[in-house]
């Protein structure tokens, strides 16, 4: 069973999350997200939040601003036939690929911006 308090805050999680996502606020800087929803101490918002969301408030805005474009780029992949897409990432923004469901498909290797990897995604199913 889990506890009022419990659901309380994870109800205001949820709604920070849906707001670090949101492309209509994504000029309120991360405090003005997370004392709406209920956490005066930003380090503690932090820690709570990447446990429930595997991801810093940063790192999810960033998935927010990058979805978009990432999503028209597979949309006129596949209506030109591209059966796959590879994209060169750094190390930092692979999780975004990867929770995208690209796959590591290259070695680790150093790169002008530091170190990268490259990344697959299988676009249009082979028959």
């Given at each position: 069973?889990?506890?009022?308090?419990?659901?309380?805050?994870?109800?205001?999680?949820?709604?920070?999350?849906?707001?670090?996502?949101?492309?209509?606020?994504?000029?309120?800087?991360?405090?003005?997200?997370?004392?709406?929803?209920?956490?005066?101490?930003?380090?503690?918002?932090?820690?709570?939040?990447?446990?429930?969301?595997?991801?810093?408030?940063?790192?999810?805005?960033?998935?927010?601003?990058?979805?978009?474009?990432l999503e028209q780029l597979e949309r006129s992949t596949r209506e030109l036939g591209i059966e796959r897409l590879d994209v060169e990432a750094s190390i930092t923004g692979t999780g975004?690929?990867?929770?995208?469901?690209?796959?590591?498909?290259?070695?680790?290797?150093?790169?002008?911006?530091?170190?990268?990897?490259?990344?697959?995604?299988?676009?249009?199913?082979?028959?």
């Amino acid at each position: 069973m889990v506890c009022a308090l419990t659901r309380f805050r994870e109800e205001r999680l949820e709604r920070a999350h849906r707001m670090l996502l949101s492309q209509c606020i994504g000029h309120l800087h991360i405090t003005d997200i997370a004392y709406p929803a209920g956490v005066n101490d930003l380090l503690y918002f932090n820690r709570v939040f990447r446990r429930r969301f595997d991801g810093s408030p940063g790192e999810i805005r960033e998935l927010g601003r990058a979805t978009p474009f990432l999503e028209q780029l597979e949309r006129s992949t596949r209506e030109l036939g591209i059966e796959r897409l590879d994209v060169e990432a750094s190390i930092t923004g692979t999780g975004f690929y990867e929770r995208h469901g690209y796959l590591r498909t290259g070695a680790i290797r150093a790169g002008t911006a530091g170190p990268q990897t490259t990344l697959t995604e299988q676009v249009i199913e082979s028959l």
